[in-house]
Nanobody, 127 residues
């Protein structure tokens, strides 16, 4: 089992940048596919970006492609989300998610494919 703790959220002006981190406790972090999702009140949780176990494969939602980058450092048990050129519509609670998998190149994109979730971190974008 792994516990996930997000950090790095906050208030930023439109056009600015934020970097989110997700620290994982437990063993064998390099056996987990990881992802970032976001949610605003009244809407379903939305996939933002995912990364496979060794960091060699990523998948990014079209809405953030070219602006957001997911990465991971398995030595630090941490996954990151670099968010650039933030827009008002990026404002949401961002969640880190993890899934233990034996498939090296799998990047889950559906929330139902993830087992472990962090508590979320708020990203607020002002105009």
């Amino acid at each position: 089992q792994v516990q996930l703790v997000e950090s790095g959220g906050g208030l930023v002006q439109a056009g600015g940048s934020l970097s989110l981190s997700c620290a994982a406790s437990g063993r064998s972090f390099n056996n987990y596919a990881m992802g970032w999702f976001r949610q605003i009140p009244g809407k379903e949780r939305e996939f933002v970006a995912g990364i496979n176990r060794d960091g060699g494969r990523t998948n990014t939602a079209d809405s953030v492609k070219g602006r957001f980058t997911i990465s991971r450092d398995n030595a630090k048990n941490t996954v990151y989300l670099q968010m650039n050129s933030l827009k008002l519509e990026d404002m949401a609670v961002y969640y880190c998610a993890g899934r233990l998998t034996g498939i090296t190149n799998w990047v889950p994109v559906a929330s139902r494919d993830y087992i472990y979730w962090g508590q979320g971190t708020q990203v607020t974008v002002s105009s």
